[in-house]
């Protein structure tokens, strides 16, 4: 078995945004700064506090699975299998012709926050009006978070290490930190991760209005999510997916595949504070960007790139500047941030790898993501955080930050691939 010092690198990607239904057409739209957020289409908002969302336009499950399979699948699990696939092709991994014994060394790790929000609720509704009987045989399979990697195994043959980690807005993260020690360790060769969510429902707006977490701006929804900005006033609500394909630099090297970054460490940490708020000294934020450094073997002064967590709610944007500031100290004001969140919405199990996905191509394309809709100082936000258009800049060094409700805190970082 390999030693811990294993490379892993990036093969592959896939992603279903709010700004577009693959990597590069949501590449695009970030650099012309656009939003996601508008009205919401899927249901009738009347009775509803947020009346718009960051939705996912055009996608069409039947261009993934077939059309009966399609039909069956909550909206996380098509989005889950469009975006393996863009990752897997996008890789050049030959998984038709793979040997037994290859394919027990490729595995799974994809998650989802919640998992499948509007098949429960739609069978909670032909439950109440047609009784028990009346219940899908496929209700609970398709309805359980953990089948998107099991149908994606199924789907590519890849029969190595499968499941799924659920940490709410963490997900993404935790499920691409898992899938770089398992190569890391040598457990497994390759490992496709990531992760997906589809809440832009009634049961996922209404329970997050309940809480007060969602943005009430109904007269400007693309100007709705504006992490840092003063008069930001809660999160706006996303949908989609993003997938990675993880390999250690043998097995990529081996088979001449093109090689996006390198992902260099993980850390992780508890706040131990409150089930929804953020500790407000950023506490669990600085831990796990702390053990991050130390497991990459970083120094705060090496990291050119910081994509934030910020999620555009009055506690959340602040704690973590101060985790910030905790870490990196005077380099902090020097390095750039930004929250991709202000243009596609919170994707919540999903987040995280969309955002990896941002974060590895400013590393790529030495050009970093804006924090779009800033309007008004707030002076407890006062990094450098690229507001309102990209910048270019060279970036050998980037993190993600993704925190999820239950104080769940994870950063994972990415360096320019060099032989």
């Known amino acids: 078995m390999s030693t811990p010092?294993?490379?892993?690198?990036?093969?592959?990607?896939?992603?279903?945004?709010?700004?577009?239904?693959?990597?590069?057409?949501?590449?695009?739209?970030?650099?012309?700064?656009?939003?996601?957020?508008?009205?919401?289409t899927s249901f009738d908002t009347e009775a509803f506090d947020t009346k718009f969302a960051c939705e996912v336009h055009g996608f069409d499950a039947n261009d993934y699975v077939d059309r009966k399979m399609a039909r069956r699948l909550d909206p996380y699990a098509q989005f889950a299998m469009g975006v393996a696939q863009q990752a897997v092709l996008d890789s050049g991994l030959d998984y038709e012709n793979l040997t037994d014994e290859q394919r027990g060394r490729i595995g799974v790790t994809f998650g989802s926050g919640i998992g499948g929000m509007q098949l429960f609720h739609d069978q909670v509704t032909v439950h109440n009006e047609h009784g028990p009987r009346r219940l899908s045989p496929f209700f609970i399979p398709l309805?359980?978070?953990?089948?998107?990697?099991?149908?994606?195994?199924?789907?590519y043959g890849f029969r190595g290490p499968n499941y799924c980690v659920i940490s709410a807005c963490a997900t993404g993260n935790n499920n691409i930190g898992d899938a770089f020690m398992l190569i890391q360790r040598g457990t497994a060769d390759a490992m496709l991760c990531g992760g997906s969510e589809a809440c832009v429902a009634e049961l996922g707006i209404g329970g997050f209005n309940a809480?007060?977490?969602?943005?009430?701006?109904?007269?400007?929804?693309?100007?709705?999510?504006?992490?840092?900005?003063?008069?930001?006033?809660?999160?706006?609500?996303?949908?989609?997916?993003?997938?990675?394909?993880?390999?250690?630099?043998?097995?990529?090297?081996?088979?001449?595949?093109?090689?996006y970054a390198e992902i260099i460490g993980i850390g992780m940490s508890a706040d131990a504070h409150h089930m929804t708020a953020p500790h407000p000294d950023g506490t669990g934020a600085s831990l796990a960007m702390?053990?991050?450094?130390?497991?990459?073997?970083?120094?705060?002064?090496?990291?050119?790139?910081?994509?934030?967590?910020?999620?555009?709610?009055?506690?959340?944007?602040?704690?973590?500047?101060?985790?910030?500031?905790?870490?990196?100290?005077?380099?902090?004001?020097?390095?750039?941030?930004?929250?991709?969140?202000?243009?596609?919405?919170?994707?919540?199990?999903?987040?995280?790898?969309?955002?990896?996905?941002?974060?590895?191509?400013?590393?790529?394309?030495?050009?970093?993501?804006?924090?779009?809709?800033?309007?008004?100082?707030?002076?407890?936000?006062?990094?450098?955080?690229?507001?309102?258009?990209?910048?270019?800049?060279?970036?050998?060094?980037?993190?993600?930050?993704?925190?999820?409700?239950?104080?769940?805190?994870?950063?994972?970082?990415?360096?320019?691939?060099?032989?």
């Open 143 to 155: 309805f359980i978070p953990d089948m998107a990697p099991g149908l994606i195994s199924m789907e």
């Open 211 to 259: 809480l007060r977490a969602l943005s009430t701006r109904n007269d400007e929804p693309a100007k709705a999510s504006r992490p840092f900005d003063k008069d930001r006033d809660g999160f706006v609500l996303g949908e989609g997916g993003g997938a990675l394909m993880l390999e250690s630099l043998e097995h990529a090297q081996a088979r001449g595949a093109k090689i």
């Open 5 to 40: 010092s294993r490379r892993v690198v990036v093969t592959g990607m896939g992603a279903i945004t709010p700004l577009g239904l693959s990597v590069d057409t949501f590449w695009e739209a970030m650099m012309r700064s656009e939003s996601g957020a508008a009205s919401i």
């Open 290 to 419: 702390n053990n991050l450094l130390q497991d990459a073997s970083l120094k705060p002064e090496e990291v050119d790139y910081l994509n934030m967590h910020g999620t555009s709610t009055p506690l959340g944007d602040v704690a973590e500047t101060i985790a910030v500031k905790n870490v990196f100290g005077d380099h902090a004001y020097k390095m750039n941030l930004s929250s991709t969140k202000s243009m596609i919405g919170h994707l919540l199990g999903a987040a995280g790898a969309v955002e990896a996905i941002a974060t590895i191509l400013a590393v790529r394309n030495n050009r970093v993501p804006p924090t779009i809709n800033f309007e008004t100082p707030d002076p407890d936000c006062d990094l450098n955080y690229t507001f309102n258009e990209p910048e270019d800049r060279t970036v050998d060094v980037a993190i993600s930050n993704a925190f999820g409700f239950g104080g769940h805190n994870t950063s994972v970082a990415f360096r320019k691939f060099t032989a």
